[in-house]
């Protein structure tokens, strides 16, 4: 069995926070470049500022955003994979408290929702944990911030509504929800599970990269269905109407309930912290 020492991860996601801010991921920038060219007027302004942005916060190495998330952690951990001195917890932990505390990154969680006591180290971090075969740990991280967050929605619908129903419900959330999400947009859609499990996928799609399709060809069909018909909306960069209001969606989809059609639309701003790293 390998062993890997505590402070290798804890190292690993130090440097994964602080770069995943600083720098957009480069299938999200090459999405913003190319939808510079299907725009004009004040859509593709703002479109090259969010390009001009992102290079400007990679090159000085300062946030994209001032919002710089809650720490998400999708976590593919081998099953030949031993933690020496520690657990993973602890581990992802303790690198999100030293990436955000010494690169001065924001902090925005509060230890309990009603008392709102900021913990000042942006902990504790979500953390999703799968066990694989093999000797590798595979770690995602997603910056979520509040604005984005706050647009996404899920609702329990019923069999019978089928696809058109699941449809409806993502463009009535991003219709009404996304133009305060600073888009253009990344869309996760959750599709079965139950109630738990459907917001934890639709956040799970959302570390696919832009460009990617569905293994499965039906819903590839329908990532492609979505996000046609989201475009259409005309919400636009920064909500100011265009061509561009979302540059991706993706789906997940779980076995469900016979009685039961879950549904969760996880909303993801043009500001996409996302990055991965193995170990």
Not at 41 to 70: H, R, V
Not at 146 to 158: H, Y
Not at 189 to 195: A, E, R
Request: charged residues 25%.
């Amino acid at each position: 069995m390998r062993k890997i020492k505590s402070r290798t991860i804890i190292n690993a996601v130090e440097n994964l926070c602080a770069n995943a801010n600083f720098e957009l991921p480069t299938d999200v920038l090459r999405s913003l470049e190319k939808s510079v060219l299907c725009e004009k007027g004040i859509a593709k302004d703002i479109l090259e500022e969010m390009i001009e942005n992102a290079l400007i916060a990679k090159n000085e190495q300062i946030p994209l955003c001032q919002d710089t998330g809650m720490a998400n952690f999708f976590v593919k951990f081998g099953d030949d994979v031993s933690i020496e001195d520690g657990d993973i917890y602890y581990a992802i932990n303790r690198g999100v408290f030293l990436g955000y505390t010494k690169n001065y990154l924001r902090k925005s969680i509060v230890s309990d929702p009603l008392e709102r006591k900021n913990t000042q180290d942006n902990t504790p971090a979500n953390i999703y944990i799968e066990i694989v075969s093999g000797d590798k740990i595979e770690i995602a991280f997603l910056a979520k911030g509040g604005g984005s967050e706050n647009a996404s929605s899920s609702m329990m619908l019923t069999p019978s509504v089928g696809w058109d129903g699941v449809k409806e419900f993502v463009l009535k959330t991003v219709n009404e929800k996304g133009r305060n999400a600073c888009p253009p947009l990344v869309i996760g859609v959750g599709i079965g599970g139950d109630f738990s499990s459907v917001g934890f996928i639709s956040k799970k799609a959302l570390i696919r990269e832009i460009g990617s399709e569905n293994k499965n060809i039906f819903y590839s069909e329908k990532e492609k269905e979505l996000l046609d018909e989201i475009n259409k909306l005309g919400i636009g960069p920064m909500g100011m109407c265009g061509k561009t209001t979302s540059l991706a969606v993706f789906i997940e989809a779980r076995p469900t309930h016979i009685a039961s059609l879950p549904v969760s639309v996880n909303i993801q701003c043009h500001s996409f912290r996302r990055k991965i790293i193995i170990i």
